[in-house]
Nanobody, 120 residues
Framework: QLQASGGGLVQGGGSLRLSCAAS????????MGWFRQAPGKEREFVAA????????????DYADSVKGRFTISRDNAKNTVFLQMNSLKPEDTAVYYC???????????WGQGTLVTVSS
C-alpha cells in the first residue's frame, strides 16, 4: 500500500515536498516513482529512484520538464519516498501519484494521489 501526502496550494515560484509512505512490501527492493496527471491530460512520468545499495546507493531519473527543479529521494529505514518540488510553475498543477515496481517490471502499486495546485 502506498500513501501519498504533502500536496496543496502554492504560488508560482514556491516549493512543496511530497511524501509517499509504503507498507506491505520490501521497500528497498522496489524502484519508486512519481507520476502526475493534469486535468484533461494523460498521466505522465515525473521522477524515479531505485536502490542498488553499496557505494552507489540510489540512481534517479527525471522528466525533462522537472529537471533542475524537482528532487526525488528515499529513506529506506522509513519506507518513504519524497519529491521536493522547487520553482513551481502553474503547469505543474496536477494530481501527483507515487508508484512502486520491482526491477524490470511495470509499476504495480499505486498511491491514491495528492493534488498540487500552483497559482500564477
Amino acid at each position: 500500500q502506498l500513501q501519498a501526502s504533502g500536496g496543496g496550494l502554492v504560488q508560482g515560484g514556491g516549493s512543496l515536498r511530497l511524501s509517499c509512505a509504503a507498507s506491505g512490501l520490501t521497500f528497498s527492493g522496489y524502484t519508486m516513482g512519481w507520476f502526475r496527471q493534469a486535468p484533461g491530460k494523460e498521466r505522465e512520468f515525473v521522477a524515479a529512484i531505485n536502490w542498488t545499495g553499496g557505494r552507489i546507493g540510489a540512481t534517479t531519473d527525471y522528466a525533462d520538464s522537472v529537471k533542475g527543479r524537482f528532487t526525488i529521494s528515499r529513506d529506506n529505514a522509513k519506507n518513504t519516498v519524497f519529491l521536493q518540488m522547487n520553482s513551481l510553475k502553474p503547469e505543474d498543477t496536477a494530481v501527483y501519484y507515487c508508484a512502486a515496481r520491482r526491477p524490470f517490471n511495470e509499476y504495480e502499486f499505486w498511491g491514491q494521489g495528492t493534488l498540487v495546485t500552483v497559482s500564477s
